[in-house]
């Protein structure tokens, strides 16, 4: 294992066939055991470690999480907030409460993973914090390797980004601060893995992708001065992926670590500056040419030919993954139903093995890529790229908003602080059974579309008897707001196992974007027409904006994302054309992944800003002036993007809020936002249940900002994962209040 020739930065951990999401949900139900759990966690553990000791001559270890390697990370170090303490549960549900909430103890905050769509749970440090190195699972993982014959690199979540990706509990406290007495820490665990007989260790630095500052610079530089001069220690590779490692390259390159990994997908200039740090002469470079968060296959030549123009420059050079593989599916082989020119062009997290195999192999051995062919560009469609070309300024624009807010009330007479919900209700088993069941062909389609005209007239008439002013139909029909757009649009393929965990047990298969994009047919009139001729209230009818549908796909890399945006746009201006027609006054299309792909480093977002803004606005400026649209956002603190959310210039803005107290209406009163505005008053990530009287507070909160003409009362997001019986009181406090305010 010495020789440091091929690798990955992480594997996929929730199994397959989503073994672990299944061990999960029923060892949290009380369906089944803490050993049970245990036995699929250890199986799949094993089953990983062989996957990975047959391609790779290093073994990434401890890329095994029960639930997120972030919040393993504060459990190894005692950063454990009191609240779980006093809960008095065992190791395993004191984790579990940290993740999920219990018994009045808030979950802690869960965020998205740099750009990805992958969350982790943030942990709360303040200035009284005393880490102690109170676990030993990176160790136990590694034994438990060992004696199954696969010597492991344990991977760690470095010090400085465990830091940085922490929160403060106190006003102004910055928990970088707590560097040294952390790392002196990480100290004592490298030398428990050493002891163990590790040779390797990892430590991922991805917060360094970001913009830092000097002080943050700094904290790395010490961590790791400190750390390289431990007697006892295994070899030291440090990981920056999602990005460029920006100074911190320079600071890794002097530091006395043994290692350091660069991810040359989406920071390929990187590769220039590696030559002039000679620093890095003796050092080992692990080279991310394969990408560990896509899925096109890896042109060969390609990253052949990256990877000899390094050896001159570096030590020595391990071919690797850009980041860790967490992000794509398992296995290829295990889909039965890709196009065969899409699959031709496809690499998972299985093939992805292979390609690094072969390219170590390559370079060891000096010779060059035989079977290296690139894969073929997406497939185009003329008459949507001349449309494209045809496109004016005239078909990003609408009437000014006074004019449409006018029109708008005129049409649909709604009271001050409207009331509605963010679209879909609750996915029952039912209605995932049922889908299951016309997927293995033992219900007919017919039957299945009834079944969920069925569950739209539930859902229609609890809304009504509740008294919510503006209805939806309630998304039965969706799998995903993703991939469900997704399997109705030309230009998409769809998996059948391709599951990527989004957070916990929660697992999305996101669809792959592969060539020009165009609608078929209308998508969603039928469901929302439905749902109308139901009632005399509105129905807003429920679209997945081009941002969102392309951040949470896999989307072809051989041309811009501002030029897919517009594909994706244009069908969606079709689909509200089509609703419009059918007498569906109010239009939200969400963008819940506007921040998300946000670039990490300030330079490049004003780029991104303009075209996501742009496409959201050709998808929607189609609309009659009397035509409301919504759009809703959530995920994410909304501060840095504030501006763009005013250049969407949609009529109604929902977006969450209710867990930072509102703190969204401060930004947009900053910038004099005018239009209409819904914050969040029901946070629907936690099984609590509000009461009338704290709707009512964070109401009178938001009616200091935003007059009750434009301000909506709704929840945070939609009500997919809650239950009803948590549902149908929320949405009674939340109109009660309502009512009550208007009075
Ligand atoms: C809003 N969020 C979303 C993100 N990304 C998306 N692509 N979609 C999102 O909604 N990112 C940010 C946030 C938070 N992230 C998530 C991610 C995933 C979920 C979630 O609830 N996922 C479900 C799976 C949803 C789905 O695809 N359902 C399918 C298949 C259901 C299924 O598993 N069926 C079973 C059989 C039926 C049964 O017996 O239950 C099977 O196939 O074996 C469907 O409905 O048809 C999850 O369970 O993980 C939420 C937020
Ligand atoms: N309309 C979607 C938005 C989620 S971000 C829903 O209600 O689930
Ligand atoms: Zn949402």
Redesign the pocket.
Known sequence: MAELRTTVLGYPRIGPR?EL?RAL?NYWSGRGTQAELLEVAAKLRADTWRELSRSLDSVPGNTFSFYDQVLDTAVLFDAVPRRFRELGLSELDTYFAMARGRDGAAAMELTKWFDT?Y?YLVPELSADTKFALVGDKPVQEFTEALAQGVHTRPVLVGPATFLLLSKGTEPGFAPITLIDQLVDRYAELLGKLADAGAEWVQLDEHAYAADRGEAELDALRRAYDKLGKLANRPRLLVAGGYGDLGPALAVLAESPVEAIAVDLVSAPDTVRRIAGLTSLRDKTLLAGVVDGRNVWRTDLRAAASVCASLLGSVGSLTVSSSTSLLHVPYDLDAETGLEPEVRGRLAFARQKLAEIATLGRALHAGASIQNGAVPAAGSRDEQVRARIAALTPQHRRRVDYSERAAAQQERLGLPPLATTTIGSFP?T?E???A??EV?AGRLSEQDYQQRMREEIERVIRLQEEIGLDVLVHGEPE??????YFAENLVGFAATELG?VQ??G??????PILHGDVSRRNPITVEWTAHAQSLTSKPVKGMLTGPV?IL??SFVRDDQPLADTAQQVALALRDEITDLEAAGIGVVQVDE??LR?LLPLRAEDRPAYLEWAVESFRLATSGAASATQIHTHL??SEFGDVIGAIDGLDADVTTIEAARSRMEVLDDLRAIGFRRGVGPGVYDIHSPLVPAEHEVTELLRAAVQAVPAERLWVNPD??L??RDYAEVEPALRALVGSARALRG
């Not at 969706?478 to 991939?483: E, G, P």
């Not at 047990?505 to 996101?510: D, F, N, Y």
């Open positions: 989503r999401k949900e769509n969350h996915q088993t209605i995932r059974k889908r299951a997927r969706r799998n995903d707001m993703v991939q599951w989004s957070y047990s929660r697992c999305v298969r996101p969102t951040a949470w819940p992944a998300e959530c995920y997001c939609g997919k994962t």
